[in-house]
């Protein structure tokens, strides 16, 4: 059994709107896109669509209360709320480094979890207001 999408291409500010056909197994791209990347982006949306997943984690000590993460590569779609609930659960203690990897092979995905920002340890002084 065939069935016809429309696939919005997000891999730059165009948008184009392309039509792929797909069984399931092969993918067809019958127009719609203005680039070789809009073809290469509609036919892996339509078999295997992946996303890169941006979040916070908790922060202990930490002069923020969360560190910004994000997936070092996309994950399979369907693996989405494993990862986030892996994430969830998830503590650092400060210091937290831009690039350090919060959580290794997250869901067992074969991808990592990295830090996205630098959180410093908390001073002992109180702020100045």
């Known amino acids: 059994m065939t069935n016809e999408k429309e696939i919005t291409c997000i891999i730059c500010p165009i948008g184009c709107r392309i039509q792929v056909k797909t069984d399931g197994v092969h993918a067809q791209v019958l127009g719609g896109n203005k680039c ?3 073809i290469s982006y509609a036919e892996n949306e339509v078999l295997s669509p992946k996303r890169v997943i941006t979040t916070s984690v ?3 000590g ?5 560190v910004s993460v994000k997936t070092a590569e996309a994950v399979p779609k369907e693996k989405i709320f494993s990862v986030m609930e892996e994430i969830r659960r ?6 937290v480094g831009t690039g ?3 959580i290794r092979n997250v869901a067992e995905t ?15 002084r ?3 207001r």
Do not use: C, H, M, Y
């Open 110 to 124: 074969g991808v990592d979890v990295v830090a996205t920002r630098t959180v410093e340890r908390a001073s002992n």
């Open 58 to 60: 908790l922060v202990e």
């Open 126 to 128: 109180s702020p100045v």
């Open 62 to 66: 930490g002069r923020w209360p969360l």
């Open 36 to 38: 070789q990347r809009g």
């Open 90 to 95: 998830t503590k650092v203690v400060a210091p």
């Open 100 to 102: 350090d990897v919060i």
